[in-house]
């Protein structure tokens, strides 16, 4: 079952960048070029990955506080026992 929903997505795959390879004609920033689709599509989501990851991933200086004050408040209660 495994190996066969696998071979399907494979062949989609195949499919989706054959129907693809067409060039483009892509004009960013004052930059012209003629990439094929596929790349154009393929750059989109590794530059949306990336841009998600850092916007999801918590900042170090929140992060931080957060485990300064637990710290900070153990300590205090351990100190009054």
């Given at each position: 079952m495994r190996t066969?929903?696998?071979g399907l997505v494979a062949v989609l795959l195949v499919v989706f960048v054959i129907e693809n390879w067409q060039?483009?004609?892509?004009r960013f920033w004052g930059v012209h070029s003629h990439?094929?689709?596929i790349w154009v599509?393929?750059?989109c989501l590794v530059i949306g990955g990336v841009v998600g990851y850092l916007m999801a991933r918590p900042?170090?200086?929140r992060q931080g506080r957060g485990d300064k004050a637990g710290?900070?408040?153990k300590a205090g209660k351990a100190g009054k026992a």
């Amino acid at each position: 079952m495994r190996t066969g929903v696998l071979g399907l997505v494979a062949v989609l795959l195949v499919v989706f960048v054959i129907e693809n390879w067409q060039p483009v004609d892509v004009r960013f920033w004052g930059v012209h070029s003629h990439p094929r689709l596929i790349w154009v599509i393929v750059g989109c989501l590794v530059i949306g990955g990336v841009v998600g990851y850092l916007m999801a991933r918590p900042s170090r200086k929140r992060q931080g506080r957060g485990d300064k004050a637990g710290k900070a408040g153990k300590a205090g209660k351990a100190g009054k026992a």
